[in-house]
């Protein structure tokens, strides 16, 4: 619906420039003066150029015609986020399987009749590896260029903020399991709090978390 607007404002600027506005006399495009009302042609020009601008403001540009401003303050960068490893939830689904088919298959051989709670029984056990698993995948590490956030919970949702500048040590720790499966605790020495300490639990390299950690750290220390 623009482009018809914008051709009428410009065939009705071209029409202004040739016709006088007070007599309505016809003059050449060169002619400085109207040659029945001698009004000045720079003035109708100037009134031309005004109508111009109003029909601009009218009609704006088209978005993505052109950039737009940065309407928000500078963004911090993101390292990582993750979350802790879903390993020890896959071992437990595998062991719930397990400890599922023994069940049904014992009660079978002995009392066929009560198989079918036998059955129902062993479906329950995959409610433990699956509370874990939900818990799990409700706690994300985020490490973004200024500081370390923890989110977790279930039903209410929690923040943890940690500034890298209040960080005083990164230290990784990994039993013989955690070692052979590759993943880790990431513990920070935090001087912000009380307790002084943030655990990272169960994630996967953490050497190169931490890693991401002291060279952030780094920065700012620049």
């Not at 601009?56 to 052109?66: L, N, Q, R, V």
């Not at 200024?146 to 039903?155: H, R």
Request: charged share 20%; glycine share 6%; aromatic share 8%.
């Amino acid at each position: 619906m623009r482009c018809p607007a914008a051709f009428f404002v410009f065939a009705r600027c071209i029409i202004l420039s040739m016709f006088c506005d007070k007599c309505g006399a016809d003059n050449k495009d060169t002619a400085a003066f109207c040659r029945e009302c001698g009004v000045t042609i720079e003035e109708q020009e100037t009134r031309v150029a005004v109508r111009e601008n109003e029909a601009a403001e009218i009609y704006p540009p088209a978005a993505g015609s052109g950039t737009l401003p940065n309407q928000g303050g500078e963004q911090e960068a993101e390292i990582f986020s993750i979350t802790p490893t879903l390993m020890f939830v896959k071992f437990g689904y595998v062991l719930a399987a397990v400890g599922a088919l023994l069940l049904v298959a014992t009660v079978a051989a002995f009392t066929p009749i009560a198989t079918i709670w036998a059955v129902l029984l062993g479906l329950l056990l995959f409610l433990i590896p699956a509370f874990y698993h939900l818990k799990q995948k409700l706690v994300r590490y985020t490490l973004t260029d200024s500081k370390l956030e923890i989110d977790a919970g279930l039903i209410s949702r929690t923040t943890r903020s940690v500034p890298l500048r209040r960080i005083q040590d990164v230290t990784v720790s990994a039993s013989v399991m955690q070692r052979l499966l590759g993943f880790g605790d990431l513990m920070i020495d935090n001087a912000s709090e009380e307790a002084g300490k943030v655990i990272l639990k169960n994630i996967n390299n953490p050497k190169e978390r931490g890693e991401d950690v002291m060279k952030q750290m780094r920065h700012l220390e620049r």
